[in-house]
């Protein structure tokens, strides 16, 4: 609508300042690489149950 002016998004959030490799605690390395492993699994777990619907007969 002329005249309106358009709403302001939320704050923004912070950024991030990207750490080196070598000077992330022990404890974060291990929960990225959960976190990564978690996701892989789960993707899997889609794509065999979309192949499995896909290949079900009938109803």
Known sequence: ???RRARRSAQ???ARVPAEAGTRDPEVECAIQLRRIGDKLNFRQKLVNLISKLLRSGT
């Open 1 to 3: 609508m002329p005249g």
């Open 12 to 14: 923004p959030s912070p």
